[in-house]
């Protein structure tokens, strides 16, 4: 896996081979070999030197049947610069030598550093090296915690850092709600401030249940006419919230009618 970070450049050169698969027996395919510099800031609509749009449509010429055409890409990048590649961790297996440490979850196992999990986490730290029953354990059961939920935090916090996304991010702030873990908490909350495929009414939701307080500033802001701020009481999701984030929906009121 790789990544590029926010506004950082990069540039991919790439070798395609295309082939346009003739559908009438007996018919030539036609090829193309292009090479191509994609950039941050270029765009690209294709090749248009491929085929003359009438010959591809005409069905006599073989290409179209039925509505369909076949087209066979292959692509491969030679060089590439501004994009770094991503360590990749498996969990599955022992790799963290005296330090690791087994969490089973629903009955599979999970192999972590002790020492780096307690860093992001003083409950982990509690249980690993303090005077709890865990303390010396080779293998310690988890319970009520989702397998898959717990996978995705763990590379939140490793140095793979994954990507929070819209279906991740729920289930990351309620284990890093109760294993304390401050760094994924944070992640999530950068998420939840500029991503746009949350709705402003949810993310007061997070914000509310985890005592997000930059996340609630930044969706209150947001607001800034009175009719979205009666949009959101009319909301399911305004009934979740507590009388705090209420009254704070209330000055945001209150501010909005005195500008």
């Not at 780096?116 to 982990?124: A, D, G, Y």
């Not at 760094?183 to 949810?202: F, G, I, P, Q």
Request: with cysteine.
């Amino acid at each position: 896996e790789e990544k590029c970070e926010d506004g950082e450049e990069w540039s991919a050169d790439g070798s395609h081979k295309l082939a346009l698969i003739n559908q009438i027996p007996g018919l030539k395919n036609t090829f193309a070999s292009i090479t191509h510099k994609y950039t941050q800031k270029a765009t690209s609509w294709g090749y248009s030197e491929f085929i003359a749009w009438d010959t591809l449509i005409n069905p006599a010429a073989g290409f179209l049947l039925n509505d369909k055409i076949i087209v066979v890409a292959t692509i491969q990048v030679n060089k590439t610069t501004g994009i770094r590649s991503m360590l990749k961790f498996n969990f599955s297996t022992p790799g963290f030598g005296d330090d690791g440490i087994v969490l089973k979850i629903e009955g599979k196992k999970v192999h972590v550093g002790k020492n780096f999990l307690s860093l992001h986490s003083p409950v982990f730290a509690a249980m690993f090296f303090g005077n709890f029953a865990e303390n010396g354990k080779k293998e310690i059961e988890l319970k009520d915690v989702s397998h898959e939920d717990f996978i995705e935090l763990l590379y939140v916090i490793h140095p793979s850092f994954r990507d929070v996304t819209v279906s991740s991010y729920n289930p990351l702030l309620e284990l890093a709600d109760r294993f304390q873990m401050k760094y994924a908490t944070d992640a999530v909350e950068s998420y939840l401030k500029r991503t746009k495929n949350v709705t402003v009414a949810d993310k007061l939701v997070a914000a509310d249940n985890y005592r997000l307080n930059l996340l609630m500033s930044h969706c209150l802001a947001s607001y800034s006419t009175l009719g979205q701020i009666k949009a959101l009481i009319g909301t399911p999701e305004y009934a979740q919230f507590t009388d705090a984030t209420k009254a704070a929906i209330l000055d945001r009121t209150g501010t909005l009618i005195g500008d």
